[in-house]
């Protein structure tokens, strides 16, 4: 049995991995850094520098240590002078002598806008664990995270007269998180907050998401230019999104900078974390430097990431042992309708090979099972799981297909949403009006056929606008279903939206019931 704990780890430092493994660093943009080595006398050392929150806290902490490159053994006596910027604006510079060799900055959010420091002694627990002195710079400017830039100068090492000419000169930048979130009122999915994490910047003040066509939206300020550039180790993003925003839960994605394709390769998917899945865009020094060559007078990095394929979803369970992905036939799923799902049970650890292990399969909606089935997944990348749904008329919106004890693993479980009546993301528009006659419609106080003529009227006049709906059957016989007049009555009294009072209208059409 795979311990889930164990499995996330072990992500996490695949993804870190990737992340810091990176040569020729110079000390931008990541939260660990040894820099080049310089000479002192007869040996080489090297400056570390090494950033962490302080558990519990909004505190972050930072520290400079030489050392010699050789064994490893800190420095002593060691004159540092610090002087921090961010976004080109000077925010603190600070200096001291340090027995140790350690010099550590604790960067403290309160909100004032001034910024203060205080030197403070540790303990003499804390001393033989760690340094003997800390730096305390308050402020509210450390409330927020992205790229920290440090002017570092050691005027003396190995003894406070033992002064260096030239002094020892480094020039470093420290990514901390930033995390910004943003509220999306999906047609759909409904309320959707979706998270962005920088480690270089923050972000501008112009997210988007297409719900059309998918596409998230933002960017951050950026120097293009060669000297920058050099210094920048990667640029990290990662996106946070909700394991139920089934729109955002595709197999890959795709992204743009500037309107220029990226490589495949800097987009990694994380579905290791229980609420959100975590979309990581890693860019190389290399990349972002063949990107400059072709672009002109930008002061900013714009990125565009997108679903590669809509209609593929794809999770990890929770005890990261298994991958699934999810596909569909016919593209919309739809009330009343027959829809093929077709799935692959694949091992995380065998490089997503199809692999043969029982299953249960529940389809839910609105907390019910519709069908239960269980059986055992080909091993074959030749053919594919199946399950055939005839989908009841009376249920629209999201249904949720779980996956439980795969290969007789409690713990192996996975869900993936997806939408019945789908919503098509253009412009609706409803007269405000509408909704007393749809009350009236609930309530029997006006009859179907008074209603409907009228929602007719209204749609083929253009004075109410809803999404281009395709017609499959013919009006005889057929009566409105109940959870239409239902919708009616809850969209009347505001207790649900614009978009879901929509999807009954478009069933009515595509039925033949409303003929626009």
Do not use: C
């Not at 780890?9 to 991995?17: K, P, R, V, Y």
């Not at 007869?42 to 064994?71: G, P, W």
């Not at 389809?363 to 099972?369: E, V």
Request: hydrophobic content about 40%; glycine content about 6%.
């Amino acid at each position: 049995m795979f311990d889930k704990k164990f499995l996330a780890f072990a992500s996490s430092i695949l993804i870190l991995t990737v992340f810091f493994v990176i040569p020729d660093s110079y000390g931008h943009g990541l939260g660990y850094e040894i820099l080049p080595p310089v000479d002192l006398g007869s040996k080489q050392v090297a400056l570390e520098i090494s950033s962490n929150m302080i558990v519990d806290t909004d505190t972050r902490e930072i520290s400079f240590t030489l050392f010699d490159t050789s064994d490893g053994v800190t420095i002593n006596d060691v004159t540092f002078f610090i002087m921090a910027t961010k976004q080109n604006e000077t925010l603190f510079d600070v200096n001291g002598q340090r027995d140790d060799g350690i010099f550590v900055i604790r960067l403290i959010p309160t909100e004032s806008e001034n910024i203060i420091t205080s030197e403070e002694d540790t303990d003499l627990l804390s001393s033989i664990l760690g340094p003997n002195k800390i730096m305390n710079v308050h402020g509210n400017t450390f409330h927020s995270g992205g790229l920290y830039n440090f002017k570092i100068l050691i005027t003396a090492a190995e003894g406070y007269t033992n002064f260096l000419s030239p002094p020892i000169d480094y020039d470093a930048g420290i990514s901390f998180p930033d995390t910004t979130y943003y509220d999306i009122d999906d047609p759909n999915f409904g309320q959707q907050k979706l998270g962005i994490v920088t480690y270089y910047d923050q972000t501008e003040n112009d997210f988007n998401y297409n719900k059309q066509n998918r596409v998230i939206s933002y960017s951050m300020p950026f120097d293009w230019s060669k000297e920058n550039i050099e210094q920048v180790s990667v640029i990290h993003q990662e996106l946070l999104v909700p394991k139920m925003f089934g729109d955002l839960m595709v197999k890959d994605f795709s992204a743009k900078v500037n309107g220029l394709d990226i490589l495949d390769d800097d987009i990694t998917v994380d579905d290791f974390s229980d609420e959100n899945r975590i979309v990581h865009l890693v860019i190389s020094q290399k990349e972002i430097s063949e990107l400059s060559q072709k672009l002109q007078n930008s002061n900013e990095i714009k990125f565009d990431i997108k679903p590669k394929d809509e209609n593929l979803l794809g999770t990890v369970t929770e005890n990261g042992q298994f991958k699934i992905s999810l596909s569909w036939n016919p593209l919309k799923i739809e009330s009343g309708g027959k829809t093929t799902f077709v799935f692959d049970i694949l091992d995380v650890f065998l490089l997503d090979k199809p692999v043969s292990a029982s299953y249960d399969l529940s389809i839910i909606y609105d907390g019910k099972k519709l069908l239960q089935k269980n059986g055992i997944s080909t091993d074959l990348r030749t053919e594919h799981n199946t399950v055939e749904f005839l989908v009841p008329e009376n249920v629209s919106g999201l249904m949720i297909l779980k996956f439980e004890n795969l290969d007789g693993n409690e713990l192996a479980t996975a869900s993936l949403p997806v939408i019945v009546n789908r919503i098509n993301t253009v412009e609706i528009y409803i007269p405000e009006w509408i909704k007393n006659n749809a009350g009236w419609w609930a309530s029997d106080q006006i009859d179907d056929s008074a209603f409907l003529q009228g929602i007719q009227f209204l749609i083929k006049e253009e004075i109410m606008t809803i999404p281009p709906t395709e017609t499959s059957g013919s009006s005889e016989a057929q009566q409105v279903p109940a959870w239409i007049k239902n919708n009616a009555g809850w969209w009347a009294s505001d207790q649900i939206d614009d978009n879901t009072f929509v999807s009954g209208i478009q069933y009515l059409i595509k039925t033949g019931i409303i003929v626009v």
